[in-house]
């Protein structure tokens, strides 16, 4: 039986993404297909996979990644599904639980992540400086003394300064979470 959960996981979740699939690999689902938004699960039996997500440069279609995750799956690990992103993509990878009873362990390039991170971060800074405009324009509006749509220009401010705070919060956690790589770079090197 197949099963289709929609979710949403922000860039900087990736740890806690991967976790989640985890889990429902625990309780008997595996996963078959993921996408940005939504995630295919077909029924099996309780933890017979383990799951890791990887970033390789470039497109998943490459040579150089088709012929690592031929590696892979010479290994017992296979390639279930991947999403693109600008300069790499993420790989959902899966083996059997009783290979792998401490997970996969799977060298996963630290800095593809850290690049995916920085262009997401890079976009980010865009919206954050987009909605920054938008909520001073509609403030500065709604106390124009001329203005005849003071409520809704101060609706849309405040609503659009909500949205400036919350991308402002993103922004900053990508930053966080490529410190934190970064970081890790530095103990594997």
């Not at 997500?53 to 279930?80: C, H, P, Q, W």
């Not at 890079?122 to 405009?133: K, P, Q």
């Amino acid at each position: 039986m197949r099963r289709v959960i929609h979710k949403l996981y922000w860039i900087w979740q990736l740890d806690k993404e991967e976790d989640w699939i985890n889990e429902m690999a625990r309780h008997g689902y595996s996963l078959e297909h993921a996408g940005r938004l939504s995630f295919e699960f077909e029924e099996t039996e309780p933890d017979l996979y383990k799951y890791r997500t990887l970033f390789l440069k470039g497109s998943f279609g490459s040579r150089e990644n088709t012929e690592y995750l031929r590696f892979l799956d010479e290994m017992g690990i296979k390639a279930v599904s991947h999403i693109n992103y600008p300069g790499t993509c993420c790989v959902y990878t899966r083996g059997l639980s009783a290979d792998h009873p401490d997970g996969l362990e799977i060298y996963s390039d630290i800095e593809s992540r850290i690049n995916v991170l920085k262009v997401s971060a890079g976009y980010m800074i865009f919206v954050d400086v987009f909605t920054l405009f938008g909520a001073l324009i509609n403030c500065m509006s709604a106390f124009n003394p001329y203005n005849s749509i003071f409520l809704l220009n101060l609706i849309t401010g405040l609503g659009v300064t909500a949205l400036f705070t919350a991308s402002v919060v993103a922004t900053v956690k990508l930053f966080m979470q490529i410190s934190r790589l970064k970081k890790e770079r530095e103990i594997h090197e």
